[in-house]
């Protein structure tokens, strides 16, 4: 199998596997038991802070572990509004969010709040003057993403973030760095957000794990109560085998998001000059992810092409995993049209992919031109 979809999904790692299994068969007791048993799984839990934490050169006291991207991007937003949305009562997110992150302004929209909603300009982008423009004395919070999940486009965060904060201390800014962390180097000390999210799963981790970091003296209301873990940020009994996984993931990669960047970087080029020869129309932008890239297959609908192509063995994705086979949100807000949005697969590797796997696919997009009946305009 060649798998091409590391933007839904990754394989978990032989070290993150150990780990959850170690958490569960070893040291399985609850963290906040006081005997001896429960403080070897906080010691575990102390560990995956300081390697997040460390990776994102943030203190150990500000990570907040979740259940995953969705959760952590509610908690964040609804968190945020409730207590700085008070007396200011406009939100700003941008129109290519994740629907987790999007939703939720949603559900903030129905609360009463004033909703305004950032979409890509003529030529396809959010700019750093767009982000900073869309804020007023009255904003209490924008959500802006680092890395789009579906193109690969690469907002300008650590440009504009501090910008606003410089000009509206009182405005929160959250950013979903899911598609960027342990891929991009982030610094949230000069990214300029008051709170991010990160998720397991898309590093080589177990599913069912995320966190956020929260910057210190910054006030979230919790998405869930109960028994006070956490700070009372996120109650509930911490599980630690995904946890410790999750950290056991980020500690490998940790040392050489340079060199997967570079090797990331080569199978695009490879993959776009390949895929263009055969007469396809590469949408993500040359300066975005290396790890994603969106491609329009002229004339096939992108559900038939990702079926014939898993038929030879390759998996790719139609779009945002999250997305069930509708049509992209996303795409539509990039300017793309319908005909385009629907014939267009993504293709996202990790530092497991090889060349031979980007020359596969093309040989298989290849004979799904040649074989595959066409879209009648």
């Known amino acids: 199998m060649i798998y091409l ?31 001896h048993f429960g403080i070897e799984a906080e010691k575990l839990l102390d560990f995956s802070r300081e390697t997040i934490s460390g990776a994102i050169n943030a203190k150990p006291e500000e990570i907040f572990f979740t259940s995953g991207a969705t959760e952590s ?29 999007l939703e939720a302004f949603m559900r903030l929209k129905e609360e009463g709040f004033e909703v305004a909603v950032i979409m890509p300009n003529k030529d396809g982008l959010i700019t750093e003057d767009m982000l900073f423009d869309s804020v007023d004395e009255n904003t209490c919070l924008l959500s802006a993403m680092l890395v789009n999940n579906e193109t690969g486009h690469v907002l300008p965060i650590d440009r504009a973030f501090p910008r606003i904060k410089k000009a509206y201390p009182g405005c929160m800014l959250h950013s979903d760095c899911v598609q960027g962390f342990m891929k991009l180097h982030i610094n949230v000390r ?31 209301r919790p998405l869930l109560v109960g028994g ?14 995904t946890i410790y996984a999750f950290a056991k993931s980020v500690e490998e990669l940790r ?45 096939i ?7 014939f192509l898993e ?19 996303v795409l539509t807000a990039f300017g793309f049209s319908g005909n385009v949005a629907d014939s267009v697969i993504r293709i996202s590797t990790s530092h497991n992919t090889s060349e031979e796997d980007i020359k596969a696919l093309a040989d298989g997009v290849s004979e799904a ?9």
């Open 5 to 35: 979809d590391n933007a839904a999904t990754t394989a978990v790692s032989q070290k993150a596997a150990e780990a959850c299994m170690f958490a569960m068969r070893s040291c399985y007791g609850n963290p906040s038991s006081l005997y």
């Open 73 to 101: 991007n509610n908690a964040a937003v609804m968190g945020l509004a409730s207590v700085y949305g008070k007396r200011k009562r406009r939100a700003v997110v941008t129109g290519i969010e994740h629907p987790s992150c």
């Open 190 to 220: 000069t990214l300029g957000a008051d709170v991010i999210s990160i998720s397991g799963h898309k590093v080589h981790a177990p599913k069912g794990v995320g966190a956020m970091w929260i910057k210190k003296g910054v006030r979230v």
């Open 228 to 241: 006070g873990q956490q700070g009372g940020i996120r109650s509930g009994t911490e599980a630690v085998p």
């Open 255 to 299: 040392g050489n998001i340079s060199e997967r960047y570079e090797h990331a970087t080569g199978l695009k080029r490879l993959a776009e000059g390949l895929l263009r020869d055969l007469g396809c129309e590469i949408l993500s932008p040359e300066c975005g992810s290396p790890y994603i890239l969106s491609v329009h297959v002229p004339g």
């Open 301 to 307: 609908k992108s559900e038939t092409v990702l079926h």
């Open 311 to 329: 038929s030879k063995g390759i998996m790719v994705s139609s779009g945002s995993a999250c997305s069930k086979g509708k049509k992209s949100r």
């Open 369 to 377: 031109m040649k074989s595959l009946v066409k879209i009648k305009r």
